[in-house]
């Protein structure tokens, strides 16, 4: 028994470049969990999305897998998975993707670049306890020539279960100075005593950027970033730059205003991300909305086995 796939790249419309990710099509057979993991490990790529046989002409059905697990929400997959109903795939009428972190509207932004958005579920939070530049140099000790002492960090959910820990740097030396942390070591969310009681479940991502960078490619100025997980560099983190983006109109930001963030992640790595983000305040200055927005490049397509049960 095999399963179709494609791979897509994401948050590019250049093959080889963005965030590679896996797209497995389900039959009407199903598998088990384990075998969804199996061949998201097989695929070795960040995410892998499983898609449900269609059951409504408007509403597809994705699963989400790490190497290691499933998740409920990641920012390149829901937006491979949004660039590939509506740009893509043969398929059409999809406006709605269902996940375990709920329904998330998908929409065409701009027809001639293919650019897709996706309304995601947000739960914003700002954690009271911030960051310590000790116990950050402690991982990332490079960066200690570009940080100013007595420098604390702030931590914050984008949902409950995906958390980021923003990393301000001054300078783009600064930012290709960043390394993985040392050896590997991941902050826990589930003992870290920096996020607040409640909020101690999934990733934190340690999410490095730089404001006001000018953009030779697009020709304005950008946010750029980097996210490391442990030994993991990420090309493209929709979830962070979401994060990110929230975190900066709540903190800076007016009420009832709309905020336009473009970052660009992934250069380091020689696969530049362009990752879109507009945040809504409403007249209580909360988030209203965040939409995420990219584009997907189609790279292979084929069959994958089904391992045994």
């Not at 999305?49 to 290691?68: A, L």
């Not at 960051?131 to 959910?157: A, C, D, N, V, Y």
Request: net charge negative; glycine share 8%.
């Amino acid at each position: 028994m095999s399963l179709n796939f494609v791979t897509l790249d994401v948050f590019t419309s250049t093959p080889y470049s963005g965030n590679p990710l896996a797209v497995v099509f389900l039959d009407t057979q199903g598998i088990t969990q384990s075998q969804k993991q199996t061949i998201a490990r097989e695929f070795n790529l960040s995410e892998t999305i499983f898609v449900h046989p269609s059951q409504s002409p408007t509403k597809r059905t994705i699963d989400i897998f790490t190497t290691d697990c499933e998740i409920p929400f990641a920012g390149h997959p829901t937006i491979g998975a949004a660039s590939w109903f509506l740009t893509h795939s043969p398929e059409k009428g999809v406006t709605t993707l269902a996940t375990k972190s709920g329904d998330i509207p998908i929409s065409v932004q701009n027809k001639e670049t293919n650019y897709v958005a996706a309304q995601i579920a947000h739960n914003t939070h700002i954690h009271a306890a911030r960051f310590e530049l000790s116990e950050l140099l402690r991982l990332h000790p490079t960066l200690k020539p570009f940080l100013r002492e007595g420098t604390t960090f702030p931590l914050f959910s984008i949902v409950n279960g995906m958390s980021q820990l923003f990393i301000e740097l001054e300078t783009l030396e600064a930012l290709a100075a960043v390394t993985p942390a040392t050896g590997g070591e991941l902050i826990s969310a589930a003992e870290t005593q920096h996020l607040d009681e409640g909020w101690r479940a999934g990733l934190v991502c340690v999410y490095f950027f730089v404001r006001d960078v000018q953009d030779e490619v697009l020709g304005k100025k950008v946010i750029r970033s980097r996210m490391m997980l442990g030994t993991l560099e990420d090309p493209a983190t929709g979830s962070s730059a979401s994060g990110l983006a929230a975190y900066l109109a709540l903190t800076e930001g007016q009420a009832g205003q709309k905020i336009e963030y473009h970052v660009v992640q992934g250069v380091e790595m020689g696969r530049r991300s362009d990752i879109g983000v507009d945040v809504t305040l409403d007249a209580g200055k909360k988030v209203e909305e965040v939409v995420l927005t990219g584009t997907a490049v189609s790279v292979s397509e084929g069959k994958v086995r089904v391992p045994p049960a």
